[in-house]
């Protein structure tokens, strides 16, 4: 046990570091609800970091480091599907990769070149024709689209479903991570400029103690996301994705109540991070869904 | 980054449990009922003695006072493995963890001889007087006076809360002797100095498990004085950040939860709304096992812990408060005379947020010192 980063790791951490100042703060002219990172995804090409996991000195653990540090980032890009889940799925399928849920829209679905399509307990691929997806108008801030038709798909062996299903909650949990934590700094922000009753918002304890426990528990995802992409167990994926989950649906109200009226606005970044949160709280059957798996496999309780 | 223990973290695991299913009755927790009962604090006595014959008291402590200058890391396994076993060394705990340590760094070397070597050998049970009637989070505002009379201190006032109080050979007493926030020194007061009455309150907590302790005019020596007058919050900061992550309680909890989980399974109960709420709970235990081993490694490569031990602290609570709603409302005949051991943890559960510090100055720290929100004001 050692939380130290190596150097090789420190190297990645600060390469991307450098690379994500440029995306830091969303540009004052963008009032949509999803903000699509498309030179963000171009630069992680271009410098390979797509790859990361698979490389022996970094693995699926750097991987996630990347994905919790991007999705800290206003603007989106379909990162950690690439990152994480993709390594593992059986053969070649190129990315960006999106995701259809019982054949409701998804993130990404549009603009992928392979979809996972779920559908019960069965997980299939497909890589649609550009006029087999269609973008989806949403309130969520994950470019959304769906499938327009049936579309040819590769059905996966249930050993490869399993798998699937595990690197996406270690996906999911890892994009939360980051997510949560810069929804609770926007609202920190927030509360420590903005002053009522002649004082700045942030020195009521009704209001700090509950800052304070977001922060814990956010802290709590990032742990439990981090040693779900060490360990590729499948209870601890299992944990991650439900630690990720019952936190955001805490934090993503909480953190709009701080912000009130002004995080309503498309103008505040606030819904940019709290709007994927809530895009991922309903995947792989939110908490049920997660509560099932961790019973599963940590409870040991039959299917 | 790695989340793998080592080969030798794992023996020192693994020589731990040997010790554990060797010396522990399997009946052990229902037998010696109460974390600070009559009963438990005898077996306390008996148990930390055979873990010192094998050098598992105090593997931490320099070789000095018996140790093995063993890491943060294994300091840390000892007391997961401990707490996870329902915690057989009783009130021990906390010599071993942080009193021990503190009489090492500000102990003269008289006191040292005097109240080390007995700590190390597992005989000898300590209790701390911090709150009182009008001082409990507000430390700072204890009463309890310690007025110089020559070579003699004469203390005088209550404290209350007092775990272990009613088996302790001493007391790691703090009391004031001048006004104001640095009027207040550290006292070692052996037990049964004549004036001391100790009261056991009864509580839904277990048996003997608080007290309150009154001073009536209790005449010390001078050199019972830990330091110097006027250096307990140099000493507390000590004490303090010896036991930053305080104790593993996720460990028992984890172990309950299972437990209770395994006899909704026997019973055919463990349906949707159970398996929702279990899942949520198993989540927090393990988020504050690794919030907790990430102080444990801060420590371990000599970083400074700050908020975030409170952070950890508060990841403990909130995993400790939804393992035993859990039992509450999917087993409850534990409470009931169905579950001993369900019973037992939820007792102790109920401290989990209140002993060492409530759980809300953890909050105030994270929020003025990990968010940096402006503070409250005064």
Same mark, same amino acid.
């Given at each position: ?169 270690? $996906? /999911?949990? @890892? &994009?939360?991570? #980051?997510?949560?934590?810069? %929804?609770? +700094?926007? =609202? ?90 809530? $895009? /991922?709280? @309903? &995947?792989?059957? #939110?908490?049920?869904?997660? %509560?099932? +798996?961790? =019973? ?8 | ?378």
């Amino acid at each position: 046990m050692d939380f130290e980063l190596t150097s090789d790791q420190e190297a990645l951490v600060s390469a991307i570091d450098k690379l994500a100042q440029r995306f830091e703060t969303k540009p004052t002219e963008f009032h949509g609800f999803a903000l699509v990172g498309r030179e963000l995804d171009e630069e992680l090409t271009e410098g390979q970091y797509f790859d990361v996991a698979q490389i022996p000195e970094l693995g699926p653990l750097a991987a996630a480091i990347v994905v919790e540090r991007l999705a800290r980032l206003p603007c989106t890009a379909e990162i950690a599907l690439s990152m994480l889940l993709r390594p593992h799925l059986p053969g070649e399928w190129p990315r960006p990769l999106g995701l259809v849920e019982g054949g409701r829209p998804g993130r990404f679905v549009a603009g992928a070149r392979t979809v996972i399509a779920i559908e019960g307990d069965s997980v299939s691929l497909a890589r649609p024709a550009a006029a087999e997806v269609e973008p989806v108008e949403s309130l969520l801030a994950y470019p959304m689209g769906r499938l327009r038709s049936c579309v040819a798909s590769t059905l996966l062996a249930s050993a490869e479903a399993a798998s699937v299903r595990k690197w996406l909650r270690v $996906a /999911l949990a @890892a &994009e939360a991570s #980051g997510l949560l934590q810069a %929804a609770v +700094a926007s =609202a920190v922000e927030h509360l420590t400029l903005r002053k009522q009753f002649g004082r700045p918002l942030g020195t009521f304890q009704a209001l700090r103690h509950r800052m304070a426990e977001c922060a814990v528990l956010a802290g709590g995802v990032r742990w439990l996301a981090l040693k779900a992409a060490a360990t590729a167990d499948e209870g601890d994926a299992a944990l991650a994705a439900m630690h990720a989950q019952e936190s955001a649906t805490r934090i993503v109200y909480d953190v709009h109540q701080m912000l009130a009226a002004m995080g309503m606005t498309l103008e505040h970044p606030l819904h940019l991070w709290t709007y994927r949160l809530k $895009a /991922l709280l @309903a &995947e792989l059957g #939110g908490r049920g869904g997660q %509560a099932m +798996a961790v =019973a599963r496999h940590c409870f040991g309780a039959s299917a | 980054m790695d989340f793998d223990w080592d080969p030798e973290q794992r023996a020192f695991r693994a020589a731990i449990r040997d010790f554990l299913s060797a010396h522990l009755p399997p009946d052990w927790e229902l037998q010696a009922h109460g974390p600070a009962s009559q009963l438990q604090s005898a077996f306390s006595k008996k148990f930390c003695g055979e873990l010192a014959r094998v050098g598992l008291l105090v593997p931490h402590w320099p070789k000095r006072w018996g140790g093995r200058d063993a890491d943060p890391w294994a300091a840390f396994i000892l007391a997961e493995e401990m707490w996870e076993a329902g915690e057989p060394r009783g009130g021990q705990y906390m010599n071993v963890n942080w009193i021990g340590p503190t009489l090492m760094r500000f102990g003269t070397e008289a006191q040292q001889q005097r109240y080390i070597p007995p700590m190390a050998r597992g005989e000898t049970i300590w209790c701390q007087g911090f709150s009182e009637p009008e001082a409990g989070s507000d430390l700072a505002s204890l009463r309890t006076r310690a007025e110089k009379e020559g070579a003699t201190y004469r203390i005088t006032g209550q404290k209350i809360w007092t775990s272990y109080a009613g088996h302790a050979d001493t007391c790691f007493l703090l009391a004031r002797t001048s006004a104001g926030k640095d009027g207040i020194s550290v006292f070692l007061l052996p037990m049964d100095t004549p004036g001391i009455i100790v009261r056991q309150i009864p509580s839904i907590i277990g048996e003997g498990d608080i007290h309150e302790v009154f001073l009536d005019g209790v005449a010390l020596p001078a050199d019972a004085l830990l330091g110097t007058e006027g250096q307990a919050w140099e000493i507390a900061r000590t004490a303090l950040s010896l036991e930053r992550v305080g104790i593993p309680r996720f460990a028992l909890a984890t172990r309950m939860l299972h437990r209770a989980v395994e006899t909704l399974k026997r019973g055919g109960r463990f349906g949707q709304g159970a398996i929702g709420q279990a899942g949520i709970a198993r989540a927090a235990c393990e988020a504050a096992r690794y919030y907790s081993y990430s102080i444990v490694d801060k420590r371990r490569h000599g970083k400074t812990v700050g908020p975030e031990a409170s952070a950890a602290r508060y990841a403990t609570v909130m995993a400790e408060r939804l393992v035993s709603e859990f039992v509450v409302e999917h087993v409850p005949e534990s409470l009931s005379g169905g579950d001993a051991m369900l019973l037992a943890h939820h007792q102790r559960a109920i401290v989990a947020g209140i002993a060492s510090g409530a759980a809300e100055i953890q909050l105030n720290l994270v929020a003025t010192e990990l968010l940096k929100l402006p503070r409250e004001p005064r």
